[in-house]
T-cell receptor, first 113, second 110 residues
Framework: KAGVTQTPRYLIKTRGQQVTLSCSPI?????VSWYQQTPGQGLQFLFE???????NKGNFPGRFSGRQFSNSRSEMNVSTLELGDSALYLC????????????FGEGSRLTVL | GQQVMQIPQYQHVQEGEDFTTYCNSS?????IQWYKQRPGGHPVFLIQ?????EVKKQKRLTFQFGEAKKNSSLHITATQTTDVGTYFC??????????FGTGTRLQVFP
């Protein structure tokens, strides 16, 4: 069974640009969660999607958005990038219960210059 | 908001020594999970605890859920260099999302 796939793995952007990250969950999983990981703030919850609907949202500004497609693949977008957005963005897939076990992808490491 | 504190933040041990990390919540949890993240890697699920006072073992790892379901611990007996990484607890501190603790980074010296 293939794991969670995130693309791209690494990317460099400049301030003011926008970025789109992609996540393909484990086959059969309908929940996709996104987390931001930084050395100073740890793992911060961004949002969670289930069956194409945003089910939960963390405390991030509106520049951070996401969506989920009918095949459960998910994308997250960050607009007007700031230096502080440099982080590892982790996608995690889950079954139905949003409080259940998560399966993480390798992450997308974003550097904003 | 929910506070999920883990202590210690860092722990350096000699190989063969024991290690314990603690997770403390300000609210009662329905369940608690533990994850391990190796350096340069991604978090990997270790275990989930649901019942008050529950204790589960995985080889040298012992996980415990407090009686009040507000705290948890992970104990590693006789650490090995393969135990190196950051250990996170995680729980559904609010309605329906998994919030991660601050993590404990374990370094094992051979």
């Amino acid at each position: 069974k293939a794991g969670v796939t995130q693309t791209p793995r690494y990317l460099i952007k400049t301030r003011g640009q926008q970025v789109t990250l992609s996540c393909s969950p484990i086959s059969g999983h309908r929940s996709v969660s996104w987390y931001q990981q930084t050395p100073g703030q740890g793992l911060q919850f961004l949002f969670e999607y289930f069956s194409e609907t945003q089910r939960n949202k963390g405390n991030f500004p509106g520049r951070f958005s996401g969506r989920q497609f009918s095949n459960s693949r998910s994308e997250m977008n960050v607009s007007t990038l700031e230096l502080g957005d440099s982080a590892l963005y982790l996608c995690a897939s889950g079954r139905t219960d949003p409080r259940g076990e998560l399966f993480f992808g390798e992450g997308s490491r974003l550097t904003v210059l | 908001g929910q506070q999920v504190m883990q202590i210690p933040q860092y722990q350096h041990v000699q190989e063969g020594e024991d290690f314990t990390t603690y997770c403390n919540s300000s609210t009662t949890l329905s369940n608690i999970q533990w994850y391990k993240q190796r350096p340069g890697g991604h978090p990997v699920f270790l275990i989930q605890l649901v019942k008050s006072g529950e204790v589960k073992k995985q080889k040298r790892l012992t996980f415990q859920f407090g009686e009040a379901k507000k705290n948890s611990s992970l104990h590693i007996t006789a650490t090995q260099t393969t135990d190196v990484g950051t250990y996170f607890c995680a729980g559904p501190w609010s309605t329906d999302k998994l919030i991660f603790g601050t993590g404990t980074r374990l370094q094992v010296f051979p």
